[in-house]
């Protein structure tokens, strides 16, 4: 019977030395053009070098933004924000149909900001 073992250890992929390279050149600089980087200097797929990181504990997923360069906030998470600005746990259904522009607004002025 054969277990794997899924471990950043040294394997027939990867070498001591491959692993602390790109343990260090990640940590120093955790990007995307870091992966791609360290992917196309050793010789293998951004794919397996994310699942090496992740492996190690170390890979940090890339956190999603908007045009604007700023985080993405959904709908539900506004209403939530509002029904608690407005101290209640009642859920109002036909807010989530407003446009999120609207609510951004009505979350503006009922925060009083």
Do not use: C, F, W
Not at 60 to 87: C, D, H, N, W, Y
Not at 92 to 105: F, G, N
């Amino acid at each position: 019977m054969t277990t794997t073992n899924m471990t950043a250890k040294a394997s027939g992929n990867y070498t001591e030395d491959m692993i602390n390279d790109i343990t260090t050149k990640y940590q120093n600089a955790p990007l995307r053009a870091t992966v791609d980087a360290l992917a196309a200097e050793h010789g293998k797929t951004v794919r397996s070098v994310i699942a090496k990181l992740s492996a190690i504990g170390i890979y940090q997923k890339p956190v999603a933004v908007t045009k604007r360069g700023e985080p993405v906030v959904r709908k539900s998470e506004i209403v939530a924000e509002l029904m608690t600005a407005l101290g209640t746990t009642e859920t109002l259904a036909s807010l989530d149909k407003v446009s999120k522009a609207d609510l951004e607004a009505l979350l503006y002025l009922v925060q009083g900001r």
